[in-house]
């Protein structure tokens, strides 16, 4: 059974700095393209960035470069979202999510997504 778990969200002040983690099972990250999206409630969801299955290629939205970075840890088949200097704006639930082919910054490139993680920045 593929599965994503993720966690490492919570509350926040704006300018601190935060890692959440995404655990793979029943696939194996380190052959996937993969990537993270967040949503907030009623809005459609928004790419954040993506991982090619080697680690070589990254890029993100240009609302988070510069902040957040994507790594995978293949030894623990997990995925990392590494955010710093948190603005309140990055308040969403965050889901990682892999790869399946098409748009890469789309939704419709993407399935077996998680639960989410909900990240709260405080002013």
């Known amino acids: 059974q593929v599965q994503l778990v993720e966690s490492g969200g919570g509350l926040v002040q704006a300018g601190d700095s935060l890692r959440l983690s995404c655990a793979a099972s029943?696939?194996?990250?380190?052959?996937?393209?993969m990537g993270w999206f967040r949503q907030a409630p009623g809005n459609e969801p928004e790419f954040v960035g993506y991982i090619s299955w080697s680690g070589g290629v990254t890029y993100y939205a240009d609302s988070v470069k510069g902040r957040f970075t994507i790594l995978k840890d293949n030894a623990n088949n997990t995925l990392y979202l590494q955010i710093i200097s948190h603005q309140p704006e990055d308040t969403d639930l965050y889901y990682c999510?892999?790869?399946?082919?098409?748009?890469?910054?789309?939704?419709?490139?993407?399935?077996?997504w998680g639960q989410g993680n909900q990240v709260t920045v405080s002013p």
């Open positions: 999510e892999y790869y399946s082919g098409g748009n890469r910054v789309a939704r419709t490139g993407y399935d077996d």
């Open positions: 029943g696939r194996t990250v380190s052959i996937y393209n």
